[in-house]
């Protein structure tokens, strides 16, 4: 009998992590292709703007700044359709290896101790879009009432890497941990590095308090779900 000798998958990952990443990669793509013609809806779409979000708040364009978001909607869908914009090939292929690799242990994770795959996948996309939502937050709340624009995936991937390091311990995941509170001290002195370094390193401004306020979105929902997920199965 001939033993079957299958070729190993070229992303070693979950295949909805690896969809979600594929996804991502596929927005920058189109953004491209489609050049100018669409670059205003994907700038409505994923860019955080302080100045039209704090304009809107205030019921007030804020003096210099861009007009303020007209609803309720368009204020709050960058918050996390920032994800799917990028500025270039670097930074989206940056954050989706990032995904892949920290988004692995964390799927499997929530793989042990949900129910079923549907909520395997909602709890993990779940789980980014909080943590990009909350980088985005702590960027409008680090620029109040203007300063530059935020775009990226960097926020969902900073939750990602809070959840991933709270499992190098093993289950449960604790947040007062202490070596998660040694880890998550190198990681927010390493943004603070990247604050200084970034634009001589990569030629641009580095959102790093986007990076914190999802790496700490992350880290609270994971231990949520964590908890949870794991008691609703314990008593299914």
Not at 168 to 191: E, H, I, K, M, W
């Amino acid at each position: 009998m001939r033993q079957s000798r299958r070729a190993p998958p070229i992303i070693n990952a979950p295949p909805f992590v690896t969809a979600l990443a594929l996804a991502i990669v596929a927005m920058h793509g189109l953004r491209l292709i489609t050049g100018s013609a669409l670059d205003p809806l994907f700038v409505d779409v994923g860019a955080v703007f302080p100045d039209r979000f704090w304009g809107w708040i205030g019921g007030s364009p804020i003096a210099g700044g861009y007009a303020p978001y007209g609803n309720t909607l368009d204020a709050l869908i960058p918050l996390a359709g920032t994800a799917l914009v990028h500025g270039s090939w670097s930074h989206v292929l940056m954050n989706t290896v990032m995904l892949i690799a920290v988004g692995k242990p964390v799927y499997a994770v929530i793989e042990r101790i949900a129910r079923s795959r549907l909520s395997i996948n909602l709890a993990f996309l779940g789980l980014f879009v909080v943590s990009v939502v909350g980088g985005s937050v702590a960027h409008l709340l680090a620029h109040y009432p203007d300063g530059p624009p935020a775009i990226g995936a960097s926020g969902g991937v900073s939750g990602l890497i809070a959840g991933a390091l709270m499992i190098q311990n093993g289950l449960p995941v604790r947040l007062l941990d202490r070596n998660f509170l040694t880890t998550s001290a190198v990681f927010f002195v390493g943004n603070l590095i990247l604050a200084f370094l970034g634009p001589s390193l990569f030629g641009s401004a580095i959102a790093w308090q986007a990076h914190i306020g999802g790496y700490i979105a992350g880290a609270l929902l994971f231990r949520y779900l964590a908890r949870n997920l794991g008691r609703a199965q314990f008593h299914a």
